[in-house]
């Protein structure tokens, strides 16, 4: 009965690449708001499906109508994702010098060193690490620094009255290339309790780039720490130092 379905190996091939890059697509989006729009869509493509088998004018015609638009809304919607996932294409490279680790690994020492005084000092800092997608275009609007990463220079710049302690601080390798940074803000506001601009800028840039952010509330002291659009919140000095290693010199 189904003998004209002819099963080659490389059609097997092509749905078991088909179903990786569903999977990791969606466990990509897994977490973020852009799951219940996914999930919006795809119950629009399937009542469109619906209307075509039971033949349904009116409706048929308003979804027919909609394809386009469905296209140019999922580029838009996902924008930040999309950027995020091609952007992440070329992070992998076969080798990693033993001394850009050293130079990661003694930066890393002195950023949660800056937190642990911040935090006991109740001094509000936001610090982003840059990775594979450059931040150029956030370093742009603060101020140019070029000095080597160090507790005691973190510190001075978040102290106020300095004139960058609003800002974010952008380390690049072992230097702080610019302070008093502008980031994007995430739109969201709660997580555990109300986000306050700092931590909303540390998710924001974490969430449209692969950078890395480290937060110290000016109110509570907390120390929280933002990767790809997650954010974990009050945390003591040996799991920010661990969750910065897993992200940066693991992957190195």
Request: proline share 3%; hydrophobic share 50%; glycine share 6%.
């Amino acid at each position: 009965m189904l003998s004209f379905i002819r099963l080659r190996a490389v059609d097997i091939i092509d749905i078991m690449l088909v179903a990786l890059l569903v999977f990791y697509f969606l466990k990509f989006l897994q977490g973020t708001r852009a799951i219940r729009m996914l999930y919006a869509l795809i119950f629009l493509v399937v009542v469109s499906f619906v209307a075509r088998w039971l033949d349904f004018k009116a409706l048929g015609l308003i979804v027919n109508s909609l394809t386009t638009v469905w296209i140019v809304a999922f580029v838009i919607i996902f924008q930040p994702e999309i950027r995020n996932i091609l952007a992440r294409f070329g992070r992998y490279r076969p080798l990693r010098f033993l001394l850009k680790q050293e130079a990661g690994k003694a930066a890393m020492d002195e950023i949660v060193e800056a937190a642990v005084q911040m935090k006991e000092r109740h001094i509000g800092g936001l610090v982003v690490i840059e990775r594979d997608i450059g931040l150029r275009e956030y370093a742009d609007t603060g101020t140019r620094l070029d000095a080597r990463v160090s507790a005691a220079l973190v510190v001075s710049i978040f102290t106020p009255p300095s004139p960058l302690h609003d800002g974010a601080v952008i380390v690049v390798g072992a230097h702080i290339v610019a302070a008093g940074c502008t980031l994007p803000l995430s739109e969201t506001t709660y997580q555990d309790g109300f986000l306050g601009m700092r931590h909303r800028a540390g998710l924001g840039v974490a969430t449209v780039t692969d950078a890395v952010a480290i937060v110290v509330s000016e109110t509570s002291g907390r120390i929280s720490f933002a990767n790809r659009g997650k954010l974990l919140t009050n945390l003591t000095p040996s799991q920010l130092k661990y969750n910065i290693s897993q992200a940066l010199l693991k992957e190195a």
